[in-house]
C-alpha cells in the first residue's frame, strides 16, 4: 500500500473509526450487522464492506458482561485515508469466520475487502474478499480449531508481536517489548479452564 498524501493546515482527528460488530436497528426498523457509537447510543452502519489493508490485529478486555470480562478482538483495517478498527467479541461466529479466512490469504499485506452479513438470531457473518478483483476466499468451517494460536500466527504474518496471554490479561493492548524477547519462540498460553478459543 502505498503512503498516504500528508495533507497540510486542518484537518480531522487520525483516530481510528471504531465499527462494533453486533446487530443493531436503525430509525426505519432495519437490522444491520455493525455499527459506530458515539457515547450514547449506536448509528448503525448501512454499508455492508470496508476494503483495506490488515495492518493490526489485538486481543483486549472488553467491560465486565455479566460477572466476566469478555475478551474482544480488535482488526485494523487502514484505508489509506481513515484507518478503521472492527471490534467483536473473540467468540462470535464474526470473528470465527474471519480469522479462519484470514489464515488463507498468503499476502496480508494486499487490499482485502472486509464483508459482514446478517445471519439472524443476532448473529453476524463474516465473509473475505480480495481486492481488487472480490473473490471470495474460501474456508472450512472448524468450529475446533483454538483461536488463540490462530491470532498469534496471523499477527505475526503481519509482521506484529504476537500477544501473550498475560499480555492480554494485564494490559488488554498489544505494547511493543524489546527486540531480543520478540525473537523467543511463543509459549504455549496458560489460558482460564472456560476458555473456549
Given amino acids: 500500500m502505498s503512503t ?3 495533507r497540510m493546515g486542518l484537518g480531522g482527528a487520525p483516530d481510528p473509526i471504531y465499527l462494533h460488530v453486533s446487530e ?3 430509525e426505519s426498523g432495519e437490522v444491520h450487522p455493525w455499527h459506530m457509537w458515539d457515547g450514547k447510543k449506536q448509528i448503525p452502519v448501512k454499508d455492508r464492506s470496508l476494503t483495506g489493508v490488515l ?3 489485538r486481543l483486549k478486555l472488553g467491560p465486565e458482561f455479566k460477572g466476566k470480562k469478555p475478551v474482544k478482538i480488535q482488526l485494523r483495517v487502514d484505508t489509506g485515508s481513515q484507518p478503521y478498527v472492527m471490534q467483536a467479541g473473540v467468540e462470535t461466529t464474526f470473528a470465527r469466520g474471519m480469522l ?3 489464515d488463507m490469504v498468503d499476502d496480508l499485506a494486499r487490499p482485502l475487502m472486509f464483508v459482514v452479513a446478517n445471519g439472524g438470531e443476532k448473529v453476524v457473518f463474516a465473509r473475505l474478499h480480495l481486492a481488487p478483483s472480490g ?3 474460501k ?3 472448524d468450529k475446533e480449531r483454538k483461536l488463540f494460536p ?3 500466527k496471523l499477527q505475526r504474518k503481519i509482521g506484529q508481536q504476537a500477544q501473550t496471554w498475560d499480555d492480554v490479561l494485564a494490559t488488554g493492548q498489544y505494547e511493543p517489548r524489546d527486540e531480543a524477547e ?3 519462540e511463543p509459549k504455549e498460553p496458560d489460558l482460564p479452564e472456560d476458555a473456549q478459543f
Fill in 4 to 6: 498516504p498524501e500528508i
Fill in 24 to 26: 443493531s436497528i436503525d
Fill in 55 to 57: 495492518s493490526n490485529i
Fill in 100 to 102: 479462519l479466512a484470514l
Fill in 135 to 137: 473473490e471470495r476466499v
Fill in 139 to 141: 474456508i472450512m468451517w
Fill in 150 to 152: 490462530l491470532v498469534q
Fill in 182 to 184: 520478540s525473537q523467543e
